[in-house]
């Protein structure tokens, strides 16, 4: 028979020297390598906020922001109401007298009910513009002003037939 004999296992080499100064520079040039990576990041490139109020972000045509009612060509017809979701709507119409002028809407729909209160309570809606579509005169529309913050929620409900709400039309009617 013969006898196998096992060759030990070399143990580690000790740390010599030369390689601990190796293992110094990997770690500098590691560092170095990702300290580069983060200040090109952090001082390269452009910043990304913008200067707030100064520079006003300008939103695109068909954004949702604050919802505005042309008081003058609604007709009362309820269905804005209707279609809210969360009934942040509230519409108070009285009928016209016969006797009354005739009265139209821009688009030459007649006005039948007098409109006596229109407010919404923007606290409550969800900017879903269901109420947007299904007005047929398309005078309730979302408008592009999204400054709009207030500190109590009884100052979040606008009478859109306030004199003050009412000049917000030549601003945003076009």
Known sequence: MSSTT???IKETEGLTLKKWFLNIYRAV???SKGMMITMK???GVKPVTIEYPEVREVLPENSRSRLYNDAENCISCYQCAVACPVDCIYITATKRDKDAD???TSNGTAIRLDLVQYT???ALCCYCGLCTTVCPTECLTH????EFSQYTLDSMKYDYLAPDIRSWRDRIVK
């Open 6 to 8: 096992l060759t030990p």
């Open 29 to 31: 040039t590691s560092v």
């Open 41 to 43: 990041y952090a001082y």
């Open 102 to 104: 005739k009265i139209k």
């Open 120 to 122: 919404i309570d923007t």
């Open 143 to 146: 408008t592009t002003d999204y």
